[in-house]
C-alpha cells in the first residue's frame, strides 16, 4: 500500500505527457495571401505535353472570361506569370493597355493575355511580374541509360499514368470541369513525379543520370521561386500566380513551407 502514491503520481505524469500539445509557429503575422493557379498552355508551348485549344475561338476565350470572373474574387493586387523578368518593362505596358481597352485583339494570345490579364483588370491590380528562368533538362534520359539497376518501375508508373488519363480524361469536358482537374492536388502531385521524381528511378550501377536531370528542373523551379521573393510587397498585397501545371505543384510546396507566404485554396475559387 506504500507504493500506492507513486503509482498514481506516474498515472498522472503520464496522462499529461499524453495530453501535451505542440504548437509550431511558421508563419509571419502579416504573411501574404497567395491563389497559386495551374494552367494549361492555351498558345504555342515547348513542352513535351499540350492541350489541344484554339485560343482564337471567341467561345474559347469567353470561357477564359469566366473562369477570370472566379479568379479575380480573391481580389490580387500582384499578377504573376510564367514570363522571363526582363520582359517585365515591355510586359506592363501591354497589360497596362489591356486595362484601358480590354477589347484588344492579341496576335497570338496565351494563357498571359487571355486569363491573367483579364483576372488582373477585374481585381484593378496594377503590376505585372513574369519570374520564369530556363533551363533545359533530358526528361528522356531514360534512353540513354543501358544497364538500369531498376528495370521495372518507372514502366509501371508510366502505366499507372495512362490508367489515371482514362478515368480523368482532358478531352471533351467542360472548360471548367478542366480547371478543376488541372488543380487537383493529387494531379498537381503527379506532374513532380512526371516531369521529375520518376527520373530518380533511371540509374545505372554506382551512377545517378536520371536524379542529375531531375536536379536541373528542380534547380530551375527554385531560381523561380528565388525571382519571386525578389518582388516587393507590402501588408496590403494579394498575389495572383498563373503557371503552367508543373511549377504550380513545385510553388505548392515552396509556398506552404515559407513564413512570408499563405495560401488560399484554388478550388475555392473555381466552384
Do not use: C
Not at 506504500?2 to 504548437?23: D, G, H, N, R
Not at 510553388?251 to 513551407?257: P, Q, S, V
Amino acid at each position: 500500500m506504500k507504493k500506492l502514491p507513486t503509482i498514481i503520481t506516474l498515472f498522472f505524469f503520464s496522462v499529461s505527457v499524453t495530453a501535451q500539445k505542440f504548437e509550431f509557429k511558421d508563419k509571419f503575422d502579416n504573411a501574404v495571401p497567395v491563389l497559386n493557379v495551374a494552367t494549361f498552355h492555351m498558345g504555342e508551348t515547348s513542352d513535351a505535353t499540350s492541350t489541344e485549344f484554339d485560343e482564337h475561338n471567341l467561345n474559347n476565350q469567353n470561357e477564359v472570361k469566366k473562369i477570370a470572373q472566379m479568379l479575380a474574387k480573391f481580389k490580387p493586387t500582384i499578377i504573376i506569370i510564367e514570363d522571363l523578368p526582363k520582359n517585365d518593362s515591355i510586359r506592363n505596358i501591354d497589360y497596362l493597355n489591356y486595362i484601358k481597352n480590354p477589347d484588344t485583339k492579341f496576335k497570338n494570345p496565351d494563357e498571359r493575355e487571355l486569363l491573367a490579364y483579364e483576372v488582373g483588370r477585374l481585381s484593378g491590380a496594377k503590376k505585372i511580374y513574369g519570374i520564369d528562368y530556363k533551363e533545359s533538362y533530358n526528361y528522356r534520359v531514360e534512353r540513354l541509360v543501358s544497364q538500369k539497376v531498376d528495370k521495372k518501375t518507372t514502366g509501371d508508373y508510366w502505366k499507372l499514368v495512362e490508367e489515371n488519363e482514362k478515368i480523368n480524361p482532358e478531352a471533351g469536358i467542360p472548360f471548367q470541369q478542366l480547371f478543376q482537374l488541372n488543380n487537383q492536388p493529387k494531379y498537381l502531385e503527379s506532374l513532380i513525379n512526371i516531369n521529375a521524381d520518376i527520373l530518380t528511378y533511371v540509374s545505372s550501377k554506382g551512377k545517378s543520370e536520371g536524379a542529375d536531370e531531375a536536379a536541373k528542373f528542380y534547380h530551375r523551379n527554385l531560381v523561380m521561386f528565388s525571382n519571386l521573393n525578389q518582388i516587393q510587397t507590402d501588408k496590403n498585397d494579394r498575389i495572383f500566380i498563373l503557371m503552367g501545371g508543373t511549377h504550380t505543384a513545385f510553388f505548392m510546396d515552396f509556398l506552404r513551407r515559407s513564413p512570408k507566404y499563405v495560401l488560399e485554396n484554388t478550388l475555392d475559387y473555381l466552384k
